[in-house]
């Protein structure tokens, strides 16, 4: 089927830098897309033509209405509406703009992160799971801020184990607050990213937004909160299942973790883990996962990322054959190598 639209006003600039945008609707919609001088023709089946017309009316429609793409955000909007038939891009525009996300406008970069925010919409326990930068943590300060600025919550609680990544930082120096800082600063982060810096020192100040350990939770109750734990791969059985009963009315509670960078000494197990097994059918709560195509930092990231899977995988499949070797050795029933057969392989005929 063949489709001839109009070109409208400044609609170049959905084509994307060297026409990348045209490039990845023709692969997702398996169509081709013929730019002219006065008009765009698609080639493709009825239904992927339908779609990708659709595309095209919904970004004249949010020009025409003041729209704004931040950097990177069309692209990644794109590839969501591709994933999943039912998702417009005007859809994924207006539930962006429901949401008041501080100085900055934030939509999901793929279909796992959409269903991550939705997910956080209607429940009022998430697990975010997945590999680092998936956006677990942003997008959950983010949905705390929105959630803030509604005013369906009166305060924002930030939790974290302070945990080393794998080395010991001893003895440091200062109050309270000094001490547990350097653990916490990704959701500062976060929180200066999203909004002015003003804001957040104010919020600070007054205990609209608290920071702090997880060690810090035990016996309150959270009323009126959004209460984000992160790094939850570092909590043990104990301090997650504290955790999780501190939640109090008018609350919601997302915890965020990478169960590939467990740092807990002695080889305990993590309480992320453990949730994971023994929550998983609670009614009210969900988990949402991810993986490395939704990686949204440096290109390498994935690759790597990528490459540590494989890895695991590689060793995980040798490893029962290193065990069985181990336990023949030494149970002394490992197979020797067959003896060579020194009778001759033919009869030899002899005179008499």
Do not use: C, W
Not at 3 to 31: A, C, H, M, W, Y
């Amino acid at each position: 089927m063949k489709k001839s639209i109009e070109i409208s006003p400044q609609i170049e600039t959905l084509f994307g830098t060297r026409d990348e945008n045209v490039r990845l609707l023709e692969d997702g919609l398996n169509i081709n897309i013929d730019l002219r001088s006065d008009s765009i023709e698609l080639e493709g089946s009825a239904r992927d033509v339908a779609r990708a017309e659709q595309v095209f009316a919904d970004y004249d429609h949010l020009q025409r209405s003041g729209y704004t793409f931040n950097n990177g955000d069309l692209g990644s909007m794109l590839r969501v509406v591709l994933a999943d038939p039912k998702t417009t891009l005007r859809g994924l525009a207006d539930a962006g703009r429901q949401r008041a996300f501080g100085r900055r406008t934030v939509q999901p970069k793929g279909v796992n992160q959409r269903r991550y925010l939705e997910a956080i919409d209607n429940h009022d326990m998430v697990f975010g799971i997945g590999p680092a930068g998936t956006g677990k943590t942003y997008l959950a300060v983010a949905m705390a801020i929105s959630a803030l600025q509604a005013k369906r919550v009166n305060r924002i609680i930030l939790a974290r184990p302070a945990v080393e990544a794998g080395e010991r930082l001893g003895f440091l120096p200062g109050t309270l607050q000094d001490k547990i800082d350097p653990y916490l600063r990704p959701l500062y982060d976060a929180l200066y990213d999203l909004l002015e810096p003003e804001k957040v020192d104010r919020y600070l100040e007054k205990n609209v937004i608290e920071i702090a350990p997880i060690a810090f939770m035990r016996g309150r109750t959270l009323n009126d909160s959004f209460v984000i734990l992160d790094e939850a791969q570092n909590t043990t059985s104990e301090q997650m299942k504290m955790f999780v009963t501190r939640l109090g009315f008018n609350s919601k509670a997302v915890i965020t973790g990478d169960v590939t960078q467990i740092d807990l000494p002695n080889a305990r197990r993590s309480g992320l883990l453990e949730a994971a097994e023994v929550l998983k059918n609670v009614e009210g709560l969900t988990f949402a996962y991810f993986d490395d195509t939704d990686v949204v930092r440096h290109q390498l990231v994935q690759r790597i990322i990528r490459a540590y899977d494989e890895h695991k995988a590689k060793v995980a499949e040798q490893l029962p054959l290193l065990e069985s070797r181990t336990n023949g050795k030494a149970n002394g029933t490992e197979m020797a190598p067959p003896e060579k057969d020194n009778e001759p392989s033919a009869e030899v005929e002899t005179s008499e």
